[in-house]
T-cell receptor
Framework: DARVTQTPRHKVTEMGQEVTMRCQPI?????VFWYRQTMMQGLELLAY????????DSGMPKDRFSAEMPDATLATLKIQPSEPRDSAVYFC?????????????FGPGTRLTVL | QKEVEQDPGPLSVPEGAIVSLNCTYS??????FMWYRQYSRKGPELLMY????GNKEDGRFTAQVDKSSKYISLFIRDSQPSDSATYLC????????????FGTGTRLTVIP
């Protein structure tokens, strides 16, 4: 049963610390998405990649967030320095990149708390 | 104004009730409409997918799209306690848009 995996599942850190979240997309999927979910804003797209190239990161605060895909099996989202307002659940999703639309398969999320 | 608006609820119904969940949107370019279900502490999973206007039925679930009114609905018949979850609508346009615009989600509880 192929699924997206994310690590860590939970992270508590102090303001100013660097946070790295990792995602392993489903094997064979060529699109990867990073979302942030909060009660107030719901799901917000932060960035997405196709064939490891970033296509859209307009939803991401550029001064502190960075997203990369070092290889096809790993996507990372880094926050440096972290702030309390970054507390949220961060989801990674992957898909096949079909034209028009695409089913996105979500991972279980990383629950981040910044104190 | 957000591109997709969804009543956050919460919504509580007795088992067996018909549930109606709705979203409105502002972008007339949206062509693909989806409903995702998210159980507590889990990631969203695709429940229904509809292209353009019309209805689509899958078991107890029916998705409706009214593009003229920019309004989409999800109906759940004979609701079950296992349907208790947050339901998120999502939509996208036609041009290279693999990115989805999500509603904030409606939290549903079906009481046995």
């Amino acid at each position: 049963d192929a699924r997206v995996t994310q690590t860590p599942r939970h992270k508590v850190t102090e303001m100013g610390q660097e946070v790295t979240m990792r995602c392993q997309p489903i094997l064979g999927h060529n699109t990867v998405f990073w979302y942030r979910q909060t009660m107030m804003q719901g799901l917000e797209l932060l960035a997405y990649f196709r064939n490891r190239a970033p296509l859209d990161d307009s939803g991401m605060p550029k001064d502190r967030f960075s997203a990369e895909m070092p290889d096809a099996t790993l996507a990372t989202l880094k926050i440096q320095p972290s702030e309390p307002r970054d507390s949220a659940v961060y989801f990674c999703a992957s898909g096949l990149g079909n034209t028009g639309t695409d089913t996105q398969y979500f991972g279980p999320g990383t629950r981040l708390t910044v104190l | 104004q957000k591109e997709v608006e969804q009543d956050p609820g919460p919504l509580s119904v007795p088992e067996g009730a018909i549930v109606s969940l709705n979203c409105t949107y502002s972008n007339s370019a949206f062509q693909y409409f989806m409903w995702y279900r998210q159980y507590s502490r889990k990631g969203p999973e695709l429940l229904m997918y509809t292209y353009s206007s019309g209805n689509k039925e899958d078991g107890r679930f029916t998705a409706q799209v009214d593009k003229s009114s920019k309004y989409i609905s999800l109906f759940i018949r004979d609701s079950q306690p296992s349907d208790s979850a947050t339901y998120l609508c999502a939509m996208s346009g036609t041009t290279g848009a693999n990115n989805l615009f999500f509603g904030t989600g409606t939290r549903l509880t079906v009481i046995p």
